[in-house]
């Protein structure tokens, strides 16, 4: 059954040479392989916070995770490349691109969201404000970390993605980005919205594979993710028990009780 499946799939979707896909009903199908970046090190050897997460390189770990997505993705075919521009989404997609002719483009848009510049002041609890921050991003004015709102970081993205697939050159694109842009990203391709900042976790160098069908006027008719959170080095997860944010929020705890012995 699962070969009939497969051989009738390859016949209702045509695929040309150049990987551009059309639709049963004509509509035109357009692809973005959506990752993010791989692992990095926020916390330094002293065990302090670095001054400018901008900076940040890929890690050992995350150089390997990089190297095993290379591996993984060799065969698929794109047209464009893009990144974030900070170094850890430069660094991740060259490696993952690997031979491949096609320059990596920046587009700031799609930077992740920002934290406030500086200590916070005033009480914030460790486990709703960091932990679960990304739980109340549905709320209006709730801000990640106290810097930038979800709901403005969200229609940044939002508005990224539309200038993104207003540019007609492409039809299979590879974005190199980050976790809550990519959680903005899929909360738009699912309808979720803001909500995914907490639903839709996202693995270091993660890939999600998102379709997007156009009709012959352009108008968007289909949204469909084909797959998410896609790793090479784990891919059931068993080594991931908890969110990025957690880790943060487990490291602030630490250095509050260490600065009160």
Known sequence: ????????????????????????????????????????????ADGNLVPNTDLVVLSALGRDQASQMRDLFASVQIDKALCSGLPRTRETG?????SRNI??????????????????????????????SHWRAIDED????????????????????????SDDSWHNLALFAHGATNAAFLGWATGLGRSAFGILDQAM???????????????????????????????????????DMESLAHWMMQRSRARST
């Open 1 to 44: 059954m699962l070969s009939i499946h497969r051989k009738v799939t390859k016949r209702i979707v045509q695929v040309d040479e150049a990987g551009r896909r059309t639709a049963i009903d004509g509509a035109i199908r357009r692809r973005i392989y959506l990752f993010r970046h791989g692992s990095v090190d926020y916390i330094d």
């Open 94 to 98: 060259e490696t993952i691109l690997g």
């Open 103 to 132: 320059p990596l483009e920046v587009d700031r848009g799609f930077l992740e969201i920002r934290q406030l510049d500086g200590e916070a002041s005033g009480d914030y609890d460790i486990v709703a404000d960091v932990a679960f």
């Open 142 to 165: 709730a801000r990640f970390l106290g810097g930038e709102r979800y709901s403005d970081f969200y229609a940044r993205i939002e508005q990224s993605i539309v200038n993104l697939l």
């Open 205 to 243: 160098c993660c890939l999600n594979v998102v379709d997007i069908d156009f009709d012959e006027s352009g108008e968007i008719v289909r949204k469909t993710v084909r797959a998410m959170k896609v790793t090479a080095d784990d891919p059931s997860m068993s080594d991931r028990h908890g969110t």
